[in-house]
């Protein structure tokens, strides 16, 4: 069974930092692309990052240059660094998985959800 587990969400204040984790369990094969969503309230879910093995990092404008993307694929993990954090950066931090060849930098029923961890940023 497909599962990915979020660790690493909490409290900062503007300007602090967090790292988020992820780890994808029951893949007989690493998937392709990984990548972070995030949900403020009253809002849609927005794509933040992605990594793909094929065609490396991308980034959501809002984060690019504060937030950075890395995985693991020996431990099947991805990482989220958040520096800089910002108020409007507050959300529930969603990781999700896609095994096909191209990741897809939106909401898409090609991506399997983990249940999320909470990032309140503090003015």
């Known amino acids: 069974q497909v599962q990915l587990v979020e660790s690493g969400g909490g409290s900062v204040q503007t300007g602090g930092s967090l790292r988020l984790s992820c780890a994808a369990s029951?893949?007989?094969?690493?998937?392709?692309?990984m990548g972070w969503f995030r949900q403020a309230p009253g809002k849609e879910r927005e794509w933040v990052a992605s990594?793909?093995?094929?065609?490396?990092?991308s980034y959501a404008d809002s984060v690019k240059g504060r937030f950075t993307i890395s995985r693991d694929n020996a431990k099947n993990t991805v990482y989220l660094q958040m520096n800089s954090l910002k108020p409007e950066d507050t959300a529930m931090y969603y990781c999700?998985?896609?095994?096909?060849?191209?990741?897809?930098?939106?909401?898409?029923?090609?991506?399997?959800w983990g249940q999320g961890t909470q990032v309140t940023v503090s003015s």
């Open positions: 029951g893949y007989t094969v690493s998937p392709n692309c």
């Open positions: 990594i793909s093995r094929v065609t490396g990092n």
């Open positions: 999700a998985a896609d095994s096909s060849g191209i990741c897809v930098n939106r909401v898409h029923p090609r991506w399997r």
